[in-house]
């Protein structure tokens, strides 16, 4: 034990004194490089400040590691082998080199996003491991997606609460403390050295952060301390209490954590406010910065630097003093403790979440007030598509594999197996963009190609975990597939099957009283379908006061057929034995006829005392603007053509 103490002393001396004597050379280059934050309404600063200097840091931690393997053992410095050390190293290069060229050259989002990515991937293949959700052995896929997902968040969260001096190191201190305590009370000392050694690096470092700060941490710095602090919360998981050991990380990176829900809700609300007809603003990027984090609303509110930095601090002391009571009282006293975390998050949100809870009630109200198709469509579908794919997971594993002990866990488990590959790539398609109501034949072969292609990577997901059973794989992947894709594609086409079915429903159910107009259709084409579209879905009543008998078309091969859900009744030279024989008084013109075609429906019209009117659909010839200026009228005329009648 005497060892391992000086093992932690060497590491915490050797971080803060590499990180207090680098950081002025450090400080210089970035001066002499131009990598400088300039004062600005996001930067609260006074005067132009380098930043880079979590170069510093990163250059301490590990420079704090490797003087700790070279001068003590395995018993003395805890566990912390060379071995263990490379992989987090090598994914420290690839964070640090994507967080130098962000200070430098200010990367794009994605860019950015990428490198944390491929960072976080590093760990994952390194042996950086969930392990077990609710006592149940993850699936690699699953386990390297939450990985990648909790170290790229925790990466965020500290890059996002760094906007005021001395906050990211001073809250990293804080949590390291924590985890330390954490790991000290669960009887590990694997990596207590590693946090100590970061300890030792951020309070070197502070030396110049606190306010009036001489040099930031920039990206390079606060993404390092996330990344850092995500992979060693990681260790603290436990394979019996998930969800209590996962409480536990979460409490210790509390600040950090709180402020990037906050961030990415206020912005995901305020993109979609923006994308609605009533918004004079662009939809802007959930990466877009923003002046709502903890520390800009508590400036606003008027507090000091110095004293926003306190406050910040003692709230995530205090979320892990939680932590650490929760790790020592085990599960006796865990009721307790969650209870008084949810009353800290109540108030929390009530005081520090106003703005949240403003836009989303706005958008609340905006969709109830007024519901749009995008509204539906863009919370709907995939609410649809998920629940279609998890409810045939869960009735295939009924009619297969039942009756199954724990069954609604290994449903949970199955999941992400069935929901993910259709989901994103109906998100990827954007096919969630497309209006189903206007959708051609390509949209609804485009759907089912991608439903396709998504159970094709499920099954092929499902045989790299079971591979010793095919058959059984294939025989779940095409039931999923008859109970799911049927669901998602009629909810699509509803509507445009409604729109075949609706005039024919209409036509058997219409009521017509004895004074009603009887008239036929001159057109089965086009122009028809369109004419009687409008009449179904516009017309309010059953009946407008007219009643279709039927359609005329002069081709004979359409004679005698049902067309739209209306008889053919035959062409224009049958024309005087059909009005004997169905007593039709009118003819609406719903096709483009020929000039000397058009003469002989009029001469008929005559003939028979025919109401004869003619609905339009195309294009219609103006007359050029200089001339609509001069002659309104003409324009008008020539603009809206109006019925015909003979």
């Given at each position: 034990?005497?060892?391992?103490?000086?093992?932690?002393?060497?590491?915490?001396?050797?971080?803060?004194?590499?990180?207090?004597?680098?950081?002025?050379?450090?400080?210089?280059?970035?001066?002499?490089?131009?990598?400088?934050?300039?004062?600005?309404e996001?930067?609260?600063?006074?005067?132009?400040?380098?930043?880079?200097?979590?170069?510093?840091?990163?250059?301490?931690?590990?420079?704090?590691?490797?003087?700790?393997l070279?001068?003590?053992?395995?018993?003395?410095?805890?566990?912390?082998v060379?071995?263990?050390?490379?992989?987090?190293?090598?994914?420290?290069?690839?964070?640090?080199?994507t967080?130098?060229?962000?200070?430098?050259?200010?990367?794009?989002?994605?860019?950015?996003?990428?490198?944390?990515?491929?960072?976080?991937?590093?760990?994952?293949?390194?042996?950086?491991?969930?392990?077990?959700?609710?006592?149940?052995?993850?699936?690699?896929?699953?386990?390297?997606?939450?990985?990648?997902?909790?170290?790229?968040?925790?990466?965020?969260?500290?890059?996002?609460?760094?906007g005021?001096d001395?906050?990211?190191?001073?809250?990293?201190i804080?949590?390291?403390?924590?985890?330390?305590?954490?790991?000290?009370?669960?009887?590990?000392?694997?990596?207590?050295?590693?946090?100590?050694?970061?300890?030792?690096?951020?309070?070197?470092?502070?030396?110049?952060?606190?306010?009036?700060?001489?040099?930031?941490?920039?990206?390079?710095?606060s993404m390092f301390?996330?990344?850092?602090?995500?992979?060693?919360?990681?260790?603290?998981?436990?394979?019996?209490?998930?969800?209590?050991?996962?409480?536990?990380?979460?409490?210790?990176?509390?600040?950090?954590?709180?402020?990037?829900v906050?961030?990415?809700?206020?912005?995901?609300?305020?993109?979609?406010?923006?994308?609605?007809?009533?918004?004079p603003?662009?939809?802007?990027?959930?990466?877009?910065?923003?002046?709502?984090?903890?520390?800009?609303?508590?400036?606003?509110?008027?507090?000091?630097?110095?004293?926003?930095?306190?406050?910040?601090?003692?709230?995530?002391?205090?979320?892990?003093?939680?932590?650490?009571?929760?790790?020592?009282?085990?599960?006796?006293?865990?009721?307790?403790?969650?209870?008084?975390?949810?009353?800290?998050?109540?108030?929390?949100?009530?005081?520090?979440?106003?703005?949240?809870?403003?836009?989303?009630?706005t958008?609340?109200?905006?969709?109830?007030?007024?519901?749009?198709?995008?509204?539906?469509?863009?919370?709907?579908?995939?609410?649809?598509?998920m629940?279609?794919?998890?409810?045939?997971?869960?009735?295939?594993?009924?009619?297969?594999?039942?009756?199954?002990?724990?069954?609604?866990?290994?449903?949970?488990?199955d999941?992400?197996?069935?929901?993910t590959?259709?989901?994103?790539?109906?998100?990827?398609?954007?096919?969630?963009?497309?209006?189903?109501?206007?959708?051609?034949?390509?949209?609804?072969?485009?759907?089912?190609?991608?439903?396709?292609?998504?159970?094709?990577?499920s099954?092929?997901?499902?045989?790299?975990?079971?591979?010793?059973?095919?058959?059984?794989?294939?025989?779940?992947?095409?039931?999923i597939?008859?109970l799911?894709?049927?669901?998602?594609?009629?909810?699509?086409?509803?509507?445009?099957?409604?729109?075949?079915?609706?005039?024919?429903?209409?036509?058997?159910?219409?009521?017509?009283?004895?004074?009603?107009?009887?008239?036929?259709?001159?057109?089965?084409?086009?122009?028809?379908?369109?004419?009687?579209k409008?009449?179904?879905?516009?017309?309010a009543?059953?009946?407008?006061g007219?009643?279709?008998?039927?359609?005329?078309?002069?081709?004979?091969?359409?004679?005698?057929?049902?067309?739209?859900?209306?008889?053919?009744?035959?062409?224009?030279?049958?024309?005087?034995?059909?009005?004997?024989?169905?007593?039709?008084?009118?003819?609406?013109?719903?096709?483009?006829?020929?000039?000397?075609?058009?003469?002989?429906?009029?001469?008929?019209?005559?003939?028979?005392?025919?109401?004869?009117?003619?609905?339009?659909?195309?294009?219609?010839?103006?007359?050029?603007?200089?001339?609509?200026?001069?002659?309104?009228?003409?324009?008008?005329?020539?603009?809206?053509?109006?019925?015909?009648?003979?």
């Open positions: 034990m005497l060892a391992f103490r000086y093992s932690c002393g060497l590491a915490f001396l050797t971080g803060l004194a590499i990180t207090y004597f680098l950081t002025p050379p450090i400080r210089a280059l970035a001066l002499r490089l131009g990598a400088v934050d300039l004062p600005n996001r930067r609260p600063h006074k005067r132009p400040t380098p930043r880079g200097g979590g170069l510093a840091v990163v250059v301490g931690v590990h420079g704090a590691c490797l003087v700790v070279a001068f003590s053992g395995p018993q003395e410095n805890g566990g912390l060379f071995v263990e050390w490379i992989p987090f190293a090598l994914a420290s290069v690839v964070l640090l080199l967080g130098v060229l962000d200070d430098l050259r200010s990367l794009r989002p994605p860019v950015k996003l990428g490198g944390q990515v491929i960072t976080a991937l590093l760990m994952w293949l390194s042996g950086t491991r969930f392990g077990v959700l609710f006592g149940y052995h993850l699936p690699p896929s699953l386990d390297c997606l939450l990985v990648v997902l909790w170290i790229v968040a925790i990466i965020n969260a500290f890059n996002l609460i760094d005021l001395g906050l990211a190191s001073g809250l990293a804080i949590s390291a403390v924590g985890l330390c305590g954490i790991f000290a009370l669960s009887h590990l000392t694997g990596d207590v050295l590693l946090l100590v050694a970061l300890i030792g690096a951020c309070f070197g470092f502070l030396r110049y952060n606190f306010h009036p700060a001489s040099i930031f941490l920039g990206d390079t710095g301390l996330g990344f850092t602090l995500g992979v060693v919360s990681l260790r603290t998981l436990t394979k019996s209490t998930f969800i209590l050991s996962l409480a536990i990380p979460l409490m210790v990176l509390g600040v950090p954590i709180y402020d990037e906050l961030a990415v809700w206020r912005r995901a609300v305020r993109r979609w406010l923006a994308g609605t007809a009533n918004s603003t662009r939809r802007s990027s959930l990466m877009q910065p923003d002046l709502e984090h903890l520390h800009h609303r508590l400036l606003k509110a008027g507090f000091s630097t110095r004293r926003v930095g306190t406050l910040l601090f003692l709230l995530n002391a205090a979320l892990v003093l939680v932590g650490l009571l929760i790790t020592a009282f085990d599960s006796r006293a865990m009721g307790i403790f969650l209870l008084g975390l949810l009353a800290l998050v109540y108030v929390l949100f009530r005081h520090l979440a106003v703005i949240e809870l403003r836009d989303t009630g958008v609340l109200l905006a969709g109830l007030r007024r519901p749009t198709y995008a509204t539906a469509r863009a919370l709907g579908l995939p609410v649809w598509d629940l279609c794919l998890a409810g045939a997971a869960a009735l295939t594993m009924v009619l297969l594999e039942w009756p199954q002990p724990h069954f609604w866990q290994a449903w949970f488990l999941l992400p197996v069935w929901v590959p259709t989901f994103s790539l109906l998100a990827l398609s954007r096919l969630y963009l497309t209006v189903w109501t206007r959708a051609g034949t390509r949209d609804v072969l485009a759907l089912i190609g991608i439903l396709l292609i998504g159970l094709f990577l099954l092929g997901i499902l045989l790299l975990i079971y591979p010793g059973h095919p058959m059984q794989c294939l025989a779940k992947a095409l039931l597939g008859a799911s894709h049927p669901a998602i594609v009629m909810l699509r086409i509803g509507y445009r099957s409604a729109e075949e079915l609706v005039p024919f429903i209409r036509y058997k159910s219409e009521r017509i009283t004895a004074d009603a107009e009887r008239v036929v259709l001159y057109g089965a084409g086009a122009r028809c379908q369109l004419f009687l409008k009449r179904a879905f516009t017309v009543k059953p009946s407008d007219r009643e279709i008998v039927g359609l005329l078309d002069d081709e004979s091969s359409l004679h005698g057929q049902w067309v739209y859900g209306y008889p053919v009744l035959g062409g224009m030279a049958s024309l005087p034995q059909l009005i004997a024989r169905h007593h039709f008084s009118g003819v609406i013109i719903t096709a483009a006829l020929a000039t000397q075609a058009r003469q002989n429906l009029y001469q008929l019209a005559r003939d028979h005392q025919l109401h004869l009117t003619e609905w339009r659909s195309g294009e219609a010839e103006l007359l050029p603007f200089a001339a609509e200026l001069t002659e309104p009228s003409a324009a008008r005329v020539s603009a809206v053509p109006g019925p015909l009648y003979c």
